[in-house]
């Protein structure tokens, strides 16, 4: 196609649009890298794809290539005519993405309605495709051989921001995009499953994702200079442990010698390719866990050199080479990276970031967060939301009383079950996860006999989990999935994985709770003085001007305690608490 005659055939499709509001449009966006949020990097041009009476139109708007033509600015302001004031829907394969990169040409669409195709497609089916790229989307709902374009020179321009790139080259590799987003959303709409969503379920999913848009665009300021000292230091303590150990616990084939051969520990896994002890992340995770109750020297230097590789590799690092030139990390919050329903976060993952913690490695991560001048951060986290929603769905009125009260949940059913309050509450949030004999075997690092015995006196002392669990458990089996209370469904490909069909109801409706809280939270409280930046587990951070702390710290916690105001027509007869105070303690932040 000539210059000249993509200029006058768009002229034709905005026409078309400004006649046509009641379809949907797919956008997709073409930018020069992924800081955008930031401004950092800058939208060079648009894909719209879109159907209007059997008509198929698709097309690429080149705004701002360093190379080759490029549209008038005329041409943005005509699509920012349409996109801002259209009166159905847009469609986007990563909405967080492609909106905030149209805010780098100038283009706002806040007042539009969006659906964000991946979180359509997690609420239709979480489990496949796996992965909710364009790509697998594409290849499991159109079909396996369809895909966005591949081509080794485009794959490498566009790891330079397109810097060579003409709106020629670049024309095919644009457009297929836009083309698969509205290919992709018009199967999404004719499955059973989306006709069982509740109507409000995409509105709440739009709404979230327009804060977590917010919460990206500002981002959290870094203390780099701690940050840096904290590479340093544990890079010099792995390299101390690997000289103190004679191997290095960075490498799973000499893991064998320290673990198994050296500790004693059993095999939790083997390769199922040669049979051999597995010592992948899965299996360190039990292994983790045992490390915890073995008195050793070799376990103390195991635990500590995995301790500083995960909080250098995890925290420290990334918060450096991760940052925008204004110095603020921004995250990338996904809605459809977990089978439970809870946020994922990635680049970097700061679900990570531990409550609280003692251990030298990772004592001073949330420290490397901080406010700008004349601002506090405050961090609200849910207390036991998860075991005061389990608590509600079993009506075990013993745990209810003792909520209600204020009372130490954990220190009281340690009394019950007779254990300290640590194994308590290790017990409590492993039988949520369905745990069974073997993972408390794991654990508590006791044998077969004993581990059942622990189980038994858990349902024993709480015989309505125990109700609940074989409810949750039988719905599955019968039906292959289950609802949380918000109306979406956790499904089950394998039936036998029942037993974890308590916890999806748990942790789903908790992340459920969490996401309606933060939509409420920024609808009331986001203002000048007072933003919110970041959820961590079952916390919201705000960035809170320093002499209105106290009056916003009530206001949080009233807002987020009140949960079922944002339940709609379900109702949880127990009582949620929240702890507000500072992001990080005032003795630990001196």
């Not at 000249?4 to 006649?19: T, Y």
């Not at 890298?33 to 800058?42: N, R």
């Not at 609802?483 to 308590?502: C, Q, T």
Request: with cysteine; charged share 30%; net charge negative.
């Amino acid at each position: 196609m000539k210059f000249d005659d993509l200029r006058d055939e768009l002229d034709e499709l905005f026409d078309v649009l400004a006649n046509n509001s009641g379809i949907e449009i797919a956008v997709d966006t073409e930018a020069t890298g992924l800081k955008v949020a930031g401004f950092d990097d800058q939208c060079i041009g648009v894909s719209l794809a879109t159907v209007v009476d059997g008509i198929g139109y698709s097309y690429y708007l080149p705004f701002y290539h360093p190379v080759g033509e490029n549209l008038p600015r005329k041409y943005v302001e005509r699509l920012k005519d349409v996109l801002e004031n259209y009166s159905h829907v847009l469609l986007f394969v990563n909405a967080q993405y492609d909106i905030l990169s149209l805010e780098t040409i100038g283009i706002y669409v806040e007042n539009t309605d969006f659906l964000d195709i991946p979180t359509m497609a997690h609420l239709i089916d979480e489990n496949k495709p796996y992965s909710k790229s364009l790509d697998q989307l594409a290849q499991h709902y159109i079909d396996k051989n369809v895909g966005k374009v591949k081509d080794i020179n485009i794959e490498r321009e566009k790891k330079t921001g397109w810097q060579n790139t003409t709106w020629e080259e670049i024309w095919q590799y644009a457009i297929v995009d836009a083309q698969l987003t509205y290919r992709i959303w018009n199967v999404l709409v004719k499955t059973p499953q989306y006709q069982q969503l509740p109507p409000e379920m995409l509105v709440h999913k739009q709404k979230l994702i327009r804060v977590l848009m917010s919460m990206k665009r500002k981002g959290v300021q870094i203390d780099v200079q701690l940050a840096e000292e904290y590479v340093q230091k544990g890079e010099a303590e792995m390299a101390r442990i690997v000289e103190e150990l004679g191997i290095n616990p960075a490498s799973p084939k000499q893991m064998k010698k320290l673990l198994v051969d050296e500790l004693g520990l059993p095999v939790v896994k083997k390769s199922p390719l040669t049979g051999a002890p597995s010592f992948d992340k899965q299996a360190m995770m039990h292994y983790d866990q045992m490390l915890e109750k073995i008195d050793s020297p070799v376990a103390d230097l195991i635990k500590q050199f995995r301790g500083w590789q995960k909080a250098v590799s995890a925290a420290y690092r990334p918060y450096l080479s991760l940052l925008s030139s204004d110095g603020r990390l921004r995250c990338s919050y996904k809605t459809h990276g977990t089978a439970t329903g809870r946020l994922s976060c990635s680049e970097p993952n700061l679900q990570q970031i531990p409550k609280s913690s003692d251990k030298p490695w990772n004592g001073k991560v949330k420290n490397c967060f901080i406010a700008k001048p004349g601002f506090r951060l405050i961090n609200a986290d849910f207390s036991q939301l998860e075991l005061r929603l389990a608590t509600a769905y079993a009506g075990e009125d013993s745990l209810k009383t003792i909520f209600e009260e204020g009372r130490d949940i954990f220190t009281e059913m340690s009394q019950q079950l007779g254990m300290s309050r640590h194994d308590t509450k290790t017990l409590v949030y492993s039988m949520q996860y369905g745990a069974g004999e073997q993972r408390i075997m794991n654990v508590f690092g006791v044998d077969r006999n004993e581990a059942k015995k622990i189980r038994e006196n858990y349902f024993e002392t709480y015989p309505e989990f125990r109700r609940f669990n074989e409810r949750c458990t039988a719905k599955v089996e019968e039906t292959g999935q289950i609802k949380i209370w918000s109306g979406r469904y956790r499904h089950f490909e394998d039936r036998n994985e029942s037993y974890k069909a308590m916890n999806s109801v748990i942790q789903g409706g908790a992340a459920d709770i969490v996401e309606r809280i933060m939509v409420r939270c920024y609808e009331e409280l986001e203002s000048e003085d007072c933003s919110m930046l970041l959820q961590v587990h079952d916390s919201i951070t705000f960035e809170v001007r320093e002499p209105m702390v106290p009056r916003y710290i009530e206001k949080i916690r009233t807002i987020m305690e009140d949960v079922n105001a944002v339940t709609g027509d379900v109702s949880f007869d127990v009582r949620f608490a929240v702890d507000v105070d500072n992001w990080v303690p005032e003795e630990d932040g001196k």
